[in-house]
């Protein structure tokens, strides 16, 4: 493929806080998904708690962070 | 199993996905933003249906559960939930937005599609062990898995995003040539005018269908060789 340098697109903020946000409704519609229906968090041996929907999102929480900041500069 | 759950997920996604594509109108115009729409729908659909008359997973667990009749979820594309497609487009638009302009707009697009692919496999970490526990799909097959999740799953979600990311930066916002399918794409649109800004309408879409039909046909493949694996081995 023929992939040298991605073209110069708008690289400006417009945008950027509302995806971010919608990444973060993402996690919240799992964590209320969570919690009305599966209460007890089991799926065959191993525990799937919110604990671990936290954990597991932070790499995405960490990205969504830097850019916005990125973006606002 | 709460009756409540595949309601929450259906009105959820299509206001995510309804403030994506506002987000995305905002960037890129919504001529753009609506290509990059029904390009993901296209993608996802094809796939997904593929996967499930294989018998590979079921979106039904509800079926009739709420009253007799009903499927369980409000919109479908074949025998997959709307919401489903609506939900890879939030993440392929969230993440070409982030790794493309934001992030790493100096770099490669196969870096720029590689951190996509990653990031999305990151959100599908966290989201297919919840939407499995809450049988908002039900996997019925699959071969090595992880918190209820078969291993070809993960490595599918990397690949439609990454691929989907690269048809889009290659054809939607840009021309360039992919190398695989440069001759027939010549032969069958003529030469590529790569000083011409984008959308390549003819290219996204080709492009689209022929990468479908690769991917299908190498989860198919993949899953079936993880199995034969697992047979072996446990």
Redesign the interface.
């Known amino acids: 493929?023929?992939?040298?340098?991605?073209?110069s697109?708008?690289?400006d903020?417009?945008?950027?806080g509302?995806?971010?946000?919608?990444?973060f409704?993402?996690?919240l519609?799992?964590v209320?998904?969570?919690l009305?229906?599966?209460p007890d968090?089991?799926?065959?041996s191993?525990s799937?708690s919110l604990l671990?929907?936290v954990v597991?999102?932070i790499?995405?929480f960490v990205?969504?962070a830097?850019?916005l900041m990125?973006?606002r500069r | 199993?709460?009756l409540?759950?595949p309601g929450?997920?259906e009105v959820?996604?299509i206001?995510?996905a309804a403030?994506?594509f506002?987000?995305?109108?905002?960037?890129?115009g919504a001529f753009r933003t609506g290509v990059f729409l029904a390009g993901a729908l296209l993608w996802t659909a094809l796939l997904e249906n593929f996967a499930v008359l294989n018998g590979g997973y079921t979106y039904y667990a509800y079926s009739g559960l709420i009253y007799p009749g009903y499927p369980g979820y409000l919109f479908w594309v074949g025998m997959v939930p709307l919401w489903i497609l609506l939900?890879w487009f939030?993440f392929a638009?969230?993440a070409y937005?982030?790794f493309?302009?934001?992030?790493l707009?100096?770099?490669?697009?196969?870096v720029?599609a590689t951190a996509a692919g990653l990031?999305a496999l990151?959100?599908d970490?966290?989201?297919d062990?919840?939407?499995?526990?809450?049988?908002?799909w039900v996997w019925l097959a699959g071969s090595f898995?992880t918190?209820?999740v078969p291993l070809f799953d993960f490595i599918g979600w990397f690949i439609l995003i990454f691929l989907y990311f690269?048809i889009v930066?290659?054809t939607l916002?840009?021309t360039?040539?992919?190398?695989?399918l440069g001759r027939a794409e010549e032969r069958l649109f003529g030469t590529l005018d790569a000083a011409k800004?984008?959308p390549d309408l003819r290219r996204f879409f080709f492009r689209i269908v022929v990468l479908e039909v690769l991917v299908i046909a190498f989860l198919y493949y993949l899953s079936n060789f993880l199995d034969f694996i697992a047979r072996s081995v446990l």
Do not use: W
Not at chain 1, 18 to 23: G, M, N
Not at chain 2, 105 to 110: A, G, I
């Open positions: 493929m023929d992939m040298a340098e991605g073209p697109e708008v690289k903020g417009r945008g950027v509302l995806v971010v946000a919608s990444i409704g993402v996690f519609v799992f209320v998904l969570q009305v229906g599966n968090n089991q799926i065959g191993l799937v671990y929907s597991v999102y790499p995405v990205v969504c830097i850019a990125k973006a | 199993m709460n409540a759950s929450i997920a959820s996604f206001i995510l403030l994506v506002y987000a995305g109108s905002k960037r890129y939900g939030v638009m969230a937005v982030l493309h302009d934001v992030l707009s100096k770099r490669s697009t196969v720029q990031f990151n959100i970490l966290m989201m062990p919840a939407a499995t526990g809450n049988k908002l898995r918190l209820g690269v930066s290659t916002f840009d360039r040539p992919m190398a695989v800004p984008g």
